[in-house]
């Protein structure tokens, strides 16, 4: 039987919103992925080091309130520093403020190292698919 | 020091000023005298109490947009746009999410970087950085009230330098500021602080200077009682009251269900007057807020209208004071003015068009307001027990025993022990109480009303119906049918 995949899970920055987070863990873990869940208000730090510690294969940053562009520039390049470079990165929720096009926010994000970027209101399915897409599981 | 709720000794408000003021260098520009000397010159149509006041009296019920943007030429631009386009009645100023957190130093760095990048980098105006000149920019600049809009637990500098500035207006509480906004901050520190808060407003209440304070009511919003968020919002206006508030709104954010949201509309109203009675604040003037729907939207503009027109209907037919109006952008992040001045007109549009309707006085209605009093009647009564008659005690109390619970808040004081879902109506009731103090009678109504659902849509109720619940607005209904 192969190994539990483990996912560190987190809500970026200053950022507050639970639901979501929530019900990520939830459909996550149904899925079968052991879920690391940081919840709210979580540093790219402590990003790393959950992923670190827990051998994760990816990191998904959730972005609900505007700032995630701040939160989320450098990511890739700290996960480098501590030798988890190629581990997958998703980010997803209102990534940036103001009414701009999906794919301008998409390719900003896939600039900074992210391997997947999702705009408001794609279901947990849709990344969960993404992710065995992307582990060949 | 003992958190209790009784008023603050001078000698404790005098040394916690200091203190608070020396915390970001803005804080030196806070002069409590000519704050007032500022406010004493402010028509009263730009002071929110007396305006609320008239409302009332004239039955009126009144509109506000959310807005907020870092650089402030842009947001008084912003909130000109949304009073001479929109005919917003009451002007915001939203705070960013780093002032929130009193993240000074990132909102200054997210002023600078907006700048640079020509465009808003935070989601909302950083008022501390601002400080106190700054911001009387902003009221100068307006015409009708402007209130502070955030959700910061520790708000006692953004308090100091906003009501300084002249806002007349300033909303939050110890719960439901910290709650729906905090991860780690313990409610003994969000209590006392906006304890801290009150004592200030009370200040400015002994000048002459009546500061309207409004307490949050939709929480998490997502599937929050009425009963739930009425104990939250009354406890902090008893808070607020003691502390010498003198003009106390109470929030409500709207279910869907139009008879369980007029019943929780029209109980607001009678109970939190009747608890301010009860425990020695007749002189407190209560008023009234309703939140359009406060949890997902639908993407696309014209199905978030329409959720838009159900909150401008349900607020017209219920009868509220004052409606907090969402935008068609909802769903995708921060809004852009011509978006909230469609939320304005639109909501305008539909409440005027039923300003001679209302919600008939029918059994249904009659049983919904009851559950709601008795359930708000049981908590209260617990939360004191807990305190052993201290509120603020038993509000610390009861959270740590899940008396008092929050559905999905991200707060590790809330124990999240209480799972809401819709019955089959759409009205929001109890899939699982947790520890909630809630008698037999209580619990059977709810009971009931899920079964009822559960056979309807031959499944068992569990978290996956709650899943469908949470989005089922963004997707076309109210009710998460399976899929």
Redesign the interface.
């Known amino acids: 039987m192969p190994r539990t995949t483990t996912i560190v899970l987190g809500v970026i920055g200053a950022d507050v919103h639970a639901v979501g987070n929530k019900i990520l863990e939830m459909t996550f873990s149904d899925a079968g992925f052991k879920v690391v869940n940081l919840g709210v208000m979580v540093s790219q730090e402590e990003f790393i080091n959950a992923a670190v510690e827990t051998d994760a294969a990816a990191i998904l940053v959730s972005s609900l309130y505007g700032h995630g562009e701040m939160d989320c520039r450098g990511l890739r390049e700290k996960c480098r520093e501590s030798g988890i470079g190629k581990i997958l990165l998703y980010a997803g929720g209102n990534l940036v403020v103001g009414k701009r096009t999906f794919s301008q926010v998409e390719a900003m994000y896939r600039e900074m190292g992210f391997d997947r970027v999702y705009p408001p209101g794609v279901m947990p399915d849709v990344a969960i698919a993404d992710l065995r897409k992307d582990l060949g599981l | 020091m003992a958190l209790e709720n009784r008023k603050w000794e001078q000698t404790l408000l005098e040394e916690s000023r200091r203190q608070v003021l020396a915390g970001w260098p803005t804080g030196r520009e806070v002069d409590l005298e000519d704050a007032m000397n500022y406010h004493r010159s402010l028509g009263q149509e730009r002071i929110s109490y007396h305006k609320l006041r008239r409302g009332q009296q004239e039955g009126v019920t009144f509109l506000q947009p959310r807005a907020g943007v870092a650089l402030l030429d842009e947001h008084i631009n912003l909130l000109n746009s949304l009073e001479h386009q929109g005919a917003a009645d009451f002007l915001p100023t939203t705070i960013d999410?780093?002032t929130?957190?009193n993240?000074y130093q990132?909102a200054d760095?997210?002023i600078e970087?907006s700048k640079a990048a020509g465009?808003?980098?935070?989601?909302g105006l950083p008022a501390v950085n601002y400080g106190v000149k700054n911001c009387r920019r902003i009221v100068a600049a307006t015409g009708v009230p402007v209130q502070i809009r955030h959700?910061t637990p520790d708000a006692r500098l953004l308090a100091e330098i906003t009501l300084a500035a002249g806002f007349t207006d300033f909303e939050g509480g110890g719960i439901s500021y910290n709650i729906?906004?905090?991860?780690n901050i313990s409610l003994q520190q969000s209590l006392s602080d906006w304890q801290y808060v009150d004592r200030l407003c009370g200040l400015y209440a002994e000048g002459g200077i009546i500061i309207n304070r409004e307490m949050f009511g939709p929480l998490?919003g997502?599937l929050v009682p009425p009963f739930i968020s009425h104990a939250v919002g009354i406890i902090e206006a008893l808070l607020a009251a003691e502390q010498g508030v003198r003009s106390i709104a109470v929030g409500y954010g709207q279910g869907g269900n139009l008879i369980q949201d007029t019943a929780a509309l029209r109980t607001l109203r009678r109970l939190a007057r009747h608890y301010l009675d009860r425990f020695g604040y007749q002189d407190v003037f209560v008023s009234t807020v309703f939140h359009q729907w406060m949890g997902?939207f639908p993407?696309d503009e014209a199905r978030a209208f329409g959720v838009i027109a159900w909150g401008a209907a349900t607020a017209a037919l219920a009868g509220v004071d004052k409606v907090i109006v969402k935008t068609p952008?909802e769903?995708?992040?921060?809004?852009?003015a011509e978006?909230n001045v469609a939320g304005l007109l639109c909501t305008r549009q539909v409440m005027r068009m039923l300003a001679e309707q209302n919600v008939q006085a029918t059994q249904r209605l009659a049983d919904e307001e009851q559950v709601i009093e008795r359930e708000v009647g049981e908590v209260i009564a617990a939360v004191l027990d807990l305190g052993e008659g201290d509120l603020a005690a038993g509000v610390v109390r009861s959270f740590a025993a899940g008396v008092l619970d929050v559905p999905?808040?991200?707060s590790r004081c809330a124990k999240g022990a209480m799972m809401p879902v819709r019955d089959l109506r759409g009205a929001i009731r109890l899939l699982h109480p947790g520890n909630l103090p809630l008698s037999r009678e209580t619990l059977d109504w709810h009971r009931l009303k899920i079964e009822e659902r559960g056979r309807e849509e031959r499944r068992e109720p569990d978290?996956r119906m709650v899943?469908d619940d949470?989005?089922a607005i963004?997707k076309g209904m109210l009710v998460g049918k399976p899929r």
Do not use: C, D
């Open positions: 999410s780093y929130r957190l993240r990132e760095r997210g970087e465009r808003s980098m935070l989601n959700g729906p906004y905090a991860k998490t997502t997902g993407q952008h769903a995708l992040g921060v809004p852009t978006a999905f808040a991200p978290f899943i949470i989005y963004s």
